[in-house]
């Protein structure tokens, strides 16, 4: 079928005389994941990961991911013909450097405007020009064979007291463009959904588990438009929204809107974050200042209210989490529990809770091998059935009134040998040292990651992925400019220095390909500590309340400091979960919380 | 007398119309020490530490310096009138922020060209320009006001056969010039001391300490020229250099062949090695290349034969800072021994050892409160008798024909309390958290460094110093481009990701002003270790062989893992210095190398 589905698309790259054509797997706003009109990657692949750059010419056809992706996309693209390139791997060439190579003199580059980033645009085109070539941005020609291609969706949109995000909208576009005047700008673009639904304090659902609204955002100094589809926008919103003089205008206006931008004025937008038609409507004679959203770093740092509520999202996750692992553990086996079944009950659990809004991510629930697979989805035909022995793990979401929340355990099913146990343990341990360092202020995730790695490092093991991610609130699950990595993927930016307030996952795992995965994460809000002659201490709040299983810990492994770090933290998380349990499942929760 | 000094430089600064003159602390070369010649900045502030900028105006003078410096700096000028900035610390300005806000329109900014660096004058010149003030280059006003200067050193040259170096020039020419190549370079200039001593394979004595020749080194396809001072170049050198190809010319002449460079050609060079006279010489028309010196990481990556060199210098340092060691432990307050008195018996010891050529650095030797200044150098009048209680920090280091050590113990005299042994356990932790970390290939310091701060961080203690430096091979104590640290000065660039064969300190300490100072370094040498599906391991062996006092030791505050390291350690060292020990030595040393 993809064999096909490229066939017809190669036809359509002849129509238009492109010989080279780059299919991302963003949407209009360079979204990570994207509802389901806009997976045209996905559509024309067979590969269904969140990131991932299809690169097409009339003879060959090469996928791009990363570390995160190899086993599924290796899975998925098995008989297709594509090629897979391993991104950040020795010798794997950039999407850039294998897109010039393609290219030849006379030959054509495409891509969909709408979809692709500027600033991968702009490389893209500056190497076309480099090779004689063309440039075709303005066709969709995914769209042009997609027959069933599903429409946008029209979901509910709700606005957000200040109860639940502690800083109303005014005060926000005040933040902003104190900005903007600091940097010089006369306007601002925005196309990313979470820093307008931030700013914005409206929430809507137009991509499963993100509860955005697909949107882009205009500012000056007295002015705010506000681009959606109009159909969407109640009265209510429409009022609430006029008092804090936010016009709104139909969703593809901003397009021609942009293009009779008066020449001189200087325009503030993240070439990372607006798609490529958007910024190419600007007219010359305007100065595009490349930075940063202003409210990108804003809405990373927690407010006290924000985190107040978050503590409230996690004690009902953990309630749910918790509840989950008892099941697994004491009847998983013989209840013939499968993953999607867990995976069902979580959700259910999840929905006891009063303001459970969505999972904020499709859960990864994996036994066994499939564990080894980073981001596996447990499909109709994969679905495997807990059995003794082995590890389950659950990776898993949701989002509250309160916050988001992103968790994952592993859960030991029965008896498991020596050598899993080490390396529960390791992981373990890892995840403890990042949790209660204490650091000077300064320091970013890039100088912190190898504490949470050392322990794996010691048995030279390692994870392909980042330790963590910034997370939104009540928004995505995988946010910036805070994360925790030592290792930079070629053109990704360091992370920012950890500021107090700020929401960030601690989440190293061991995977042995055909075996078994392990991960244990947890939620670490940074907070100010100490502050003496050396300076600002900061240290970190483990917001996730479950308990790590301890069927799994080798304490004889742990020193005393890490042993005594561990039952701190369950004694917290008994202590925050035990008044909502009945009397058996405190009882349990007691003994997995027991100190060692 | 300073004062006086400071009021005959505005008299000349008067005489030329400059209104702000800057003196940095290096020579021609960019060198971080210099000979007595080039300390115009010392002559002038009184300052004698290794790193620091004067900032003259017409009413304020300002030293700017480093962390290291700071109580050294707060002594040496009080009374002075000069204001001190602490670099680094909130709110101190960088010090071409400070000459721009000095500089007034028709003022006039003065500085030697021939002594501040390229980047760093041009910075300076275009902040004077931006102030509508003039540039004065050409003058060494502190020249002309100092009487009494010392000249400039005619030290011995000496040329190192391959049994020391391991490659020979003409590989390094061959080396370099294939880089050259690769950058499209038609030429090269080089005026650090340590690149040009590392290609020719020569060594001298024009600073004290660093046993290099002033000299400038350029490089074309076929040619190469060396300029300097003919005096001291012997016919030997000559002939051997010859047979290389490498001409050699008058050491000032090169200025003049600069401003004769034909235009388009392209020269590499690095405008933070070379002097500003030198850049500012190069014709109109010829292309720049700022590239770091290619042999600035050819140098770092020490070969086989260097690298089994080291060791066996490391042998008989380790014999000479033992044997210290063991007088001052064992008699050294009944001998009356001081801070100076022992620096010399340390370099006694050295000079029993074969192949011995010179200490590396002036020693700190430095007893109680003395040892809270990180970069101390006892004096007549500072000197101290060793008394019983305390700690006495010995950070010293020699040059011998098998390359240069860099060593730091501090000894416990007598008793010591349980909080200062704390405080030296933890030191001694950070220590071995370094020195034993397995890492992927790809880390550089920066992520590396918090491995050996995290013990101190815990207690919320810190030093304010980067935790290790590269060290040259019978060259400069401090070498890049490797370094381990996790905060970067303003202006600074990362550290290099680590290769193997690079050689870099572990030096972590504590510092409490008015009470003592412990510091505990060990030089470590990176290897390849276990390569697998993850990745290039690496590791890294400790060089220095010394024990750790273990009279300051707890070995309670230390984990299973961090004693078995320390006893590892100690093994080694017993192993390796017990040979060539006295039988009464031997048993000393095996008491202080037990198990614990």
Not at 500 to 526: H, Q
């Amino acid at each position: 079928m993809i064999q096909e589905r490229i066939e017809k698309f190669r036809q359509k790259m002849k129509e238009y005389q492109a010989t080279v054509y780059v299919v991302p797997s963003s949407d209009c706003h360079e979204s990570e994941y994207v509802c389901a009109h806009y997976r045209a990657r996905e559509y024309l692949s067979g590969f269904t990961g969140s990131a991932g750059t299809l690169v097409i010419t009339l003879e060959e056809a090469a996928l791009f991911t990363d570390g995160r992706y190899f086993l599924q996309a290796e899975q998925q693209l098995a008989g297709t013909g594509i090629c897979l390139f391993r991104m950040g791997e020795p010798g794997v060439p950039k999407v850039e450097t294998y897109v010039k190579e393609k290219l030849t003199e006379g030959g054509k580059l495409g891509f969909d405007g709408r979809v692709l980033g500027a600033f991968q645009a702009e490389e893209l085109s500056r190497a076309a020009k480099e090779k004689g070539a063309g440039v075709l941005m303005t066709e969709d020609l995914v769209g042009q064979i997609w027959a069933d291609r599903p429409g946008i969706p029209d979901s509910v949109l709700y606005l957000l007291g200040e109860h639940v995000t502690g800083e109303g909208t005014g005060s926000k576009l005040k933040r902003v463009r104190r900005r903007m005047e600091e940097e010089g700008a006369d306007a601002h673009v925005l196309a990313s959904l979470d820093d307008i639904a931030w700013i914005l304090n409206l929430r809507g659902g137009d991509i499963p588990h993100v509860p955005v609204v697909l949107s882009y955002l205009y500012m000056e100094k007295d002015a705010c438009i506000w681009y959606v589809r109009s159909q969407v926008v109640t009265e209510e919103i429409r009022e609430k929204l006029s008092e804090k003089k936010v016009q709104i205008r139909a969703y593809e206006a901003i397009y021609e809107d942009l293009k009779r931008l008066p020449g001189g004025s200087k325009v503030l937008l993240d070439k990372k974050k607006v798609n490529s038609r958007l910024y190419f409507c600007l007219p010359e004679g305007v100065e595009v200042l490349d930075r940063k959203n202003p409210s990108e770093a804003m809405k990373a740092v927690k407010n006290e209210i924000e985190l107040s509520n978050l503590r409230e999202a996690h004690r009902k996750e953990g309630l749910a989490f918790t509840r989950l692992m008892r099941r697994v553990k004491t009847h998983g086996v013989e209840e013939e529990l499968t993953e999607r079944s867990a995976a069902e009950y979580l959700r259910q659990c999840r929905e006891e809770q009063e303001h459970y809004l969505d999972d904020s991510f499709a859960p990864i629930c994996a036994y066994g091998e499939h564990g080894a697979v980073v981001h596996y989805s447990a499909t109709k035909e994969s679905d495997r059935r807990l059995e003794k022995g082995g590890f389950f793990l659950v990776d898993a979401g949701g989002h509250y009134l309160e916050g988001t929340t992103d968790t994952t355990r592993t859960f030991v099913l029965g008896e498991t040998d020596e050598e899993q146990k080490r390396m529960f343990t390791a992981v373990c341990r890892g995840n403890l040292h990042l949790a209660y360092a204490r650091f000077l202020y300064g320091c970013s995730g890039c100088q912190l990651d190898v504490l949470c790695r050392e322990p794996l490092w010691e048995m030279a093991m390692d994870y392909r992925h980042g330790t963590g991610h910034g997370v939104g609130y009540l928004l995505n699950v995988h946010e910036g400019p805070n994360a925790i990595r030592w290792k930079l993927p070629e053109g990704r930016e360091s992370p920012a220095v950890l500021e107090a307030g700020m929401v960030t996952t601690d989440e190293p795992g061991i995977y042995l390909e055909g075996k078994y995965g392990i991960r244990t994460e947890n939620e670490l809000v940074c907070k100010t500590g100490v502050k003496n002659e050396y300076g600002q201490f900061m240290e970190f709040e483990i917001l996730t309340m479950t308990p790590i299983d301890l069927d799994g810990i080798l304490p004889k492994e742990m020193t005393r400091q890490e042993r005594a770090w561990l039952n701190a933290y369950h004694a917290k998380v008994y202590k925050t979960l035990a008044p909502d349990l009945s009397e058996e499942e405190r009882a349990w929760l007691r003994e997995y919380t027991r100190e060692i």
